[in-house]
């Protein structure tokens, strides 16, 4: 997998607005990033990040009239995966076990990773009884 620049935290903010969105100018991420109320950042400042990931391949952009409207390059699950692969060698059980291990899995979420298991045997077993 070709090895792409990590976004920092700013950066990986405005790929979870452009992926949560779409394609954004940069006055609707500038928005919806000072929606939190958590920190009154600089329509000036989101403009520089984003020429800066775009400079950095992590989004491209097209113009519509005179407006820049930004597109990330990779989708969530594209980078999650460049993240398992880069941190834990691609193994999945490393991370699940990293979080578990730092309590980072909330009761409700185990019930779910328990019930995905669970269906992800069954159907396994479904495939091996079929191909008896």
Same mark, same amino acid.
């Given at each position: 997998?070709?090895? +792409?620049?990590?976004?920092? $935290?700013?950066? +990986?903010?405005i790929?979870?607005?452009?992926?949560?969105?779409?394609?954004?100018?940069?006055?609707l991420?500038?928005?919806?990033?000072?929606?939190?109320?958590?920190?009154?950042? =600089?329509?000036?400042?989101?403009?520089?990040?984003? &020429?800066?990931?775009?400079?950095?391949?992590?989004?491209?952009?097209h113009?519509?009239? &005179?407006?820049?409207?930004?597109?990330?390059?990779?989708?969530?699950?594209?980078?999650?995966? &460049?993240?398992?692969? &880069? $941190?834990?060698?691609? =193994? =999945?059980?490393?991370? $699940?076990?990293s979080?578990?291990?730092?309590?980072?899995?909330?009761?409700?979420?185990?019930?779910?990773?328990?019930?995905?298991?669970?269906?992800?045997? =069954?159907?396994?077993?479904?495939?091996?009884?079929?191909?008896?």
């Amino acid at each position: 997998m070709e090895d +792409l620049p990590s976004p920092t $935290v700013r950066e +990986l903010e405005i790929l979870k607005v452009l992926w949560e969105k779409g394609p954004s100018s940069v006055r609707l991420v500038h928005e919806e990033l000072n929606q939190d109320g958590a920190e009154d950042l =600089a329509y000036n400042t989101v403009q520089t990040l984003l &020429r800066v990931m775009e400079n950095k391949e992590l989004v491209s952009h097209h113009v519509e009239g &005179r407006t820049f409207i930004y597109t990330p390059n990779f989708s969530r699950e594209e980078s999650a995966s &460049r993240f398992l692969d &880069r $941190v834990f060698d691609g =193994a =999945a059980s490393q991370l $699940v076990m990293s979080l578990l291990k730092a309590e980072k899995i909330p009761p409700e979420e185990l019930n779910q990773l328990h019930q995905l298991i669970e269906q992800a045997k =069954a159907k396994q077993q479904q495939l091996r009884s079929k191909g008896r």
